[in-house]
């Protein structure tokens, strides 16, 4: 009886034991699919000093993308973004790059639109006296189809319907509504008069509140950034609230059987929504799909130090659920995405399962440049310019070296070892005196790993790179478990070395945390607003509030570090709410499984 109770001990732990390296090796393969992460690393042009202008009589140096309009074309992609000196063209929705384009494209306008119309691509801007055309956007020639347009439209957006018939949707304004337009769809211009689609409503809808977290101000919201999908004999009109230097930036819908209305709105709202995580804001986007018929939806994002202007883009996949209800899935929005090359059905199949490893841990620095905010960050106060801002997951700080020379670096300590699979990081260009585009802007580094903190090894040499890449986010051709980071700078295009965050993506050993379970919700006499709070869950890192107007569709994600209470402004005061706390830390998510409903 011994000898078989000892051969089943020692059978028990060899298959423990495979258990175990079979898990390891599964974590050490390169994996078969490519990944993104917010906000996306594409070449943000430093504005020009005219449209800089003077804050405190200085003249800030930033850079901008915003109210981006994407078209697939000829199965690739295009993006016409504000301010950008150009537009962008992809063929994967992975690696941007940018075509600068004749003399008649307005590179210096706000929100372009496009529409694909006869095997041709037609666009208008922000107060365009012109339309314009290209049937070959990657060459950059774009031709004048109406030279003397007779609209002059704020934040524009072009529709063609399945019957060939041109609509227009426009509207910019805290006093006007959102307006709609018929057009000829060979000389662009209106065919009837324009009709009032959508006003704002913010004592109803809380969303609309022009502040970071929606908390109720005297201003009026501005109502904007239009934009029109059709889907299943539906028109989903979309606009921005309630302004665009605000986190809480915000794309709502409503809902009509007419393009022109009328709307209703829909049950839920904003369709696209992110006030907290590392880069903010989802606001003043559009909406389309890919060459396999997966919808995306990419928005705004809210930095606004510098200038309330600063400002870049984030991709969000985008589902119509059984109801045809939209949905931006932005729930771990700026963490790494698998970007598919089929046709999907969740946006659960999206991510890959790899957690930030980095929030919060250990950083040593070169140097540290005293004396901040400094001139360049004249918009906000009381920030610290110290090396906790490399992994504190807000895109809004940063940390400086004294200079921007080869001897500057950083160092960073998981803290316990890990399977690092992605590395992101997010150049902060602090005391940059750069306007336009111009020769010379990139960044070249390396980055060294090490398991003991003593012994290095190269992870990622960019000491060659002359690709403009801001938010330089690397996924590796094979994971690396290791615990040490070091990054070595060897050039900057201006001012000094600087990192708003570097964020390192893998799976820990780490279990999971427990479930967020114990929690109370309490709608306040304002019905907009519900406050929450919950016990703390042992080694939970942060947690994401799930809510939404009925019990089996919690589509907002609302996610937080650090904190056990939270009041969010954004609700309809005319809906009930329900909600629940999903936890999560390095080693993943636990899905909490308790819904309240505030009452």
């Not at 298959?15 to 990944?35: D, G, N």
């Not at 709202?269 to 909406?287: L, M, V």
Request: proline share 5%.
């Amino acid at each position: 009886m011994k000898s078989k109770t000892v051969y089943a001990g020692l059978y028990l732990a060899v298959v423990i034991l495979f258990s175990a390296c079979s898990k390891h090796l599964e974590k050490m393969q390169a994996v078969s699919y490519r990944t993104i992460c917010n906000p996306l690393n594409i070449s943000y042009r430093f504005q020009p000093e005219i449209h800089a202008g003077s804050v405190n009589g200085k003249v800030p140096s930033y850079r901008e993308g915003a109210d981006p309009t994407v078209v697939l074309f000829h199965d690739e992609y295009y993006a016409f973004v504000s301010h950008s000196g150009g537009y962008f063209h992809s063929a994967d929705l992975i690696q941007w790059d940018l075509i600068v384009p004749n003399e008649v494209f307005p590179v210096e306008a706000y929100a372009p639109t496009a529409v694909v119309m006869e095997d041709e691509i037609y666009l208008i801007a922000s107060g365009s006296e012109q339309v314009i055309k290209t049937s070959d956007p990657q060459s950059g020639v774009w031709e004048t189809v109406n030279p003397a347009f007779t609209l002059r439209l704020a934040d524009p957006a072009l529709f063609l319907d399945d019957d060939g018939r041109l609509y227009c949707y426009a509207g910019c304004s805290n006093r006007t509504p959102i307006y709609g337009y018929e057009l000829d769809p060979k000389t662009f211009e209106p065919i009837n008069g324009r009709k009032s689609l959508i006003y704002s409503d913010k004592e109803r809808r809380g969303w609309e509140e022009k502040s970071d977290y929606n908390t109720p101000v005297e201003i009026n919201p501005h109502i904007e950034g239009a934009w029109m999908n059709k889907h299943n004999g539906k028109y989903y009109l979309q606009y921005a609230s309630p302004g665009t230097e605000m986190k809480s930036y915000n794309d709502g819908v409503f809902v009509s059987d007419s393009p022109l209305g009328p709307f209703t709105l829909a049950e839920h709202n904003p369709f696209a929504y992110k006030p907290e995580g590392f880069a903010c804001g989802a606001g003043h986007g559009s909406t389309f799909q890919d060459r396999y018929g997966n919808y995306w939806h990419i928005g705004t994002v809210t930095i606004s130090m510098r200038h309330m202007f600063e400002r870049r883009l984030s991709l969000f996949p985008l589902f119509f659920d059984e109801d045809d209800e939209i949905v931006a899935c932005t729930g771990f929005g700026d963490y790494p995405m698998i970007v598919p090359d089929k046709k999907i059905t969740s946006a659960e199949s999206l991510f890959p399962g790899w957690m930030l490893l980095s929030y919060g841990k250990k950083v040593e620095v070169s140097s540290t440049l005293p004396g901040y905010p400094s001139e360049n960050n004249m918009w906000k106060f009381f920030q610290h310019n110290d090396a906790d801002n490399i992994t504190d997951e807000d895109i809004r700080t940063w940390w400086s070296a004294a200079t921007g020379g080869k001897e500057e670096w950083f160092t960073l300590d998981l803290g316990e070892m890990a399977f690092v699979y992605a590395l992101q990081i997010n150049f902060a260009d602090e005391g940059a005196q750069l306007y336009q585009r111009q020769n010379g802007i990139y960044y070249q580094y390396t980055i060294e790993t090490s398991t003991d903190g003593n012994d290095w090894e190269m992870l990622v040499d960019r000491s060659d790179n002359t690709v403009d890449m801001p938010h330089d986010y690397i996924q590796l051709e094979r994971p690396v478990k290791s615990r040490f980071f070091r990054m070595k700078n060897h050039y900057v295009p201006s001012g000094n070395f600087s990192v708003s965050d570097f964020r390192v993506f893998g799976k820990s050993d780490k279990n999971a945390p427990s479930k967020a379970d114990s929690f109370t919700v309490e709608r306040d006499d304002d019905r907009r607003t519900v406050k929450l709070k919950w016990d703390a869950v042992p080694d939970a890192v942060g947690y994401v509030i799930r809510f939404g107007t009925r019990e089996g569709k919690l589509y907002h994600h609302y996610m937080v570090y650090d904190q056990t209470e939270l009041a969010i402004h954004s609700l309809d005061a005319g809906k009930p709410c329900f909600f629940t706390i999903d936890a999560f830390n390095e080693g993943g998510v636990t899905k909490g499984t308790t819904v309240r409903q505030a009452e």
